[in-house]
């Protein structure tokens, strides 16, 4: 397997974010929230303060650092639950067919209908703001995909020989399910995880950008821009960085998602020898 260069740009941009989120409690120079002093608010970029500060005098170099762990954790988390939902429910229906399978196929219809920041904006709206509404909310947003992927790679393996053997020796379908199917539709479904953390950071950005996400006075890069609209044109470093966070986020995660799936993809190995 072959890794283009979009994947390793991805893979760079990943894990400087990955590393952002981890090492911020030892290389962020300030607290993100109880260092506030209303003297600083408001300054450029300088030797103190890499990226400048806020309206309330807080480094907005630290707040970015600490914002890429609530961004990790809303991607992973909110992955984790959309690929359990979508491969479960993809790979049953491919599996076992008849009235299951239409009733997920119509399930999956009607969300894919439905845009993916208004059913989260719907259900943040019941659940309420924070970080708890938030991974269920995106938790449950995009995982029709997944499960459309799941499906259609469990229909075409369920009639190869391998599973027909396992048939044979009286395997549960739960098992043969877990143990033939779900090893070899893993990559495309790794694929559409990658992928969809990007979604993810950006969609958690847009909700905290809308108050329903992270609560001030905690670091979100989408809050952040919310508190930078008043100081766009006084300080416009408080908007830049948190959004260029976001744009360098999104792009590694995307990027990783494209290398994994030229890598994976046998149609485009043979594309590009």
């Not at 329903?212 to 809050?223: A, E, N, V």
């Not at 960085?241 to 998602?257: C, E, M």
Request: hydrophobic share 50%; net charge negative; aromatic share 10%.
């Amino acid at each position: 397997m072959r890794l283009g260069f979009n994947f390793w740009l991805g893979a760079g941009l990943t894990a400087l974010v990955v590393l952002a989120g981890i090492l911020a409690p030892w290389i962020a120079p300030f607290d993100p929230v109880l260092d506030a002093d209303l003297m600083n608010s408001e300054l450029p970029p300088d030797a103190t303060f890499w990226f400048g500060t806020d309206g309330q005098g807080r480094d907005v170099y630290t707040r970015i650092l600490y914002g890429a762990q609530i961004s990790l954790t809303v991607g992973v988390v909110s992955q984790l639950i959309n690929s359990i939902i979508g491969v479960t429910l993809g790979m049953t229906a491919g599996y076992w067919g008849g009235w299951w399978d239409d009733l997920v196929n119509g399930v999956t219809n009607v969300m894919l209908a439905i845009p993916s920041l208004i059913f989260a904006l719907a259900v943040m709206a019941v659940l309420g703001p924070g970080l708890p509404s938030l991974l269920v909310a995106l938790g449950l947003t995009n995982w029709s995909w997944t499960c459309r992927i799941a499906r259609s790679s469990t229909l075409s393996l369920k009639s190869l020989s391998y599973v027909q053997a396992a048939q044979t020796l009286g395997y549960g379908d739960l098992r043969i399910m877990f143990t033939q199917i779900l090893p070899n539709i893993m990559g495309p479904i790794l694929v559409m995880a990658t992928l969809g953390m990007g979604s993810a950071v950006l969609s958690e950005a847009a909700l905290s950008f809308l108050g329903l996400g992270i609560q001030p006075p905690f670091p979100s890069w989408g809050s952040m821009l919310t508190d930078a609209r008043q100081l766009i044109q006084l300080a416009p470093w408080v908007a830049i960085f948190p959004g260029l966070a976001i744009f360098l986020s999104v792009l590694g995660f995307n990027l990783l998602g494209d290398g994994l799936r030229d890598s994976l993809d046998p149609h485009m190995r043979t594309r590009n020898p």
